[in-house]
């Protein structure tokens, strides 16, 4: 398995900090991501710099419920340290003094528990955030009615996550594969493409015959609930503002530099063609780096829409032309050799004659040249460049023939 793919949960290591050679070890032990605890306790600046300097990111965070309640400083805190997914770890003081009368809640205390969790998971969507709770032991513990803690709690919010501790499952007497049933009717419900819900279905297989307490279990589980969590169903206004595109990639996701660009590009283009329907296009260099659990049988990425593996480089690249500044330079100067003369013959006296197309010829041959630079592919750059020194050679070889 890919360390890549593993996360550790840093509360394991709470007795051994400073948390500076801990990351440092994670970093060149190959393993990239890390579960948080006590979000609103932390310095933020100083986990922000431990993260930059050993390209760690934080997938999700334990936070008490008490802070989930704070929601503004919460949801602003996560962004801050791009985090997606708020996990309650325990009942809060309200319904439970202890760990130890955990055992003993009614059924009553787990459905308004229930209640005021789901109550905050709207709110956490809104900033495209999750809210979820972390099991021990004592949720798989039947009540009276025969009812379990974990279903009184789960029964009152479908968009609210669940992150399954497999060994708390087993310690309660838990049948995990009864509770990984439950993820068949959310794929079958998530309303995938038909290539991702063929992945999902092909990896919730695997998921079945794996054993509860493996790390690969846990990290199938996390990308099952991703490809559930995606809004396959959902559609929103296209926004083809390029600069807010790339502040939000830059405050939402650390480095992935060519993916960025590509998702930018792909905005340019539909921004000028006008069409929804556009396809990105993906290059076999960038396909390679794509882990293998995003892709199918065929090693094709699974993706929704129009996504398409291009084996060559043959699209213009939009984002260096947009943003320019020599070619904004050089249309304000053809646009002003034009105009200035062309309102000085019509207030004056006509003082544009063939001649000054010479003088006008520069910026435009400099954006023609600086169009072919910027092509991709390059045997089309090499063509046109060397059609444009045969076109020059011919014009300069006549005007000698004929005024030499």
Partial sequence: ??????????YTTRKFQPYEPIFKFLSESGIKNI???????IDLDNFKSMMEE???SIKSSHISFQAITNTEETISRMKYLNIKHAIVPSVPEKFSKDFASNFDLDEDTWNNFGKDLSSYVQTYEDNGLTLGYHNHSFEFRPLPSGKLPIECMMDHNENLKMELDLGWAVAGKADPLNWIEKYK???????????????????????????????????????????IDVPWKKRGKVKSDIKAALETLNDDHYGLEEVKDRILEYLAVQKRVKNLKAPVFLSKEFSKQV???????????????NVKIYSDKKILNAKKIIYNKKLIFLYIMLFL?????????????????????MFVLI??????????????????????????????????????????
């Fill in 1 to 10: 398995m890919n360390r890549n793919q593993v996360t550790m949960q840093l």
């Fill in 35 to 41: 579960e948080l605890f006590d979000l609103d306790k």
């Fill in 54 to 56: 050993n390209s760690i």
């Fill in 185 to 227: 009717n959310k794929i079958e419900k998530a309303g995938m493409s038909k290539e991702a819900l063929k992945k999902a279905k092909s990896e919730f297989s695997k998921f079945k015959m794996m054993s509860p307490t493996s790390a690969e279990a846990s990290v199938v589980r996390s990308y099952l609930e991703c490809l």
């Fill in 291 to 305: 882990p293998d659990h995003f892709k199918d049988e065929n090693n094709e990425i699974i993706a929704q829409g």
């Fill in 337 to 357: 050799s034009y105009s200035v003369p062309l309102i000085y013959g019509y207030f004056l006296k006509p003082i544009i004659y063939p001649r000054y197309i």
């Fill in 363 to 404: 910026p435009i041959i400099l954006i023609i040249s600086i169009l072919i630079f910027y092509l991709e592919n390059k045997k089309v750059s090499n063509k046109l460049a060397s059609l444009a020194i045969v076109a020059s050679a011919i014009m300069n070889l006549d005007e000698f023939l004929t005024h030499g």
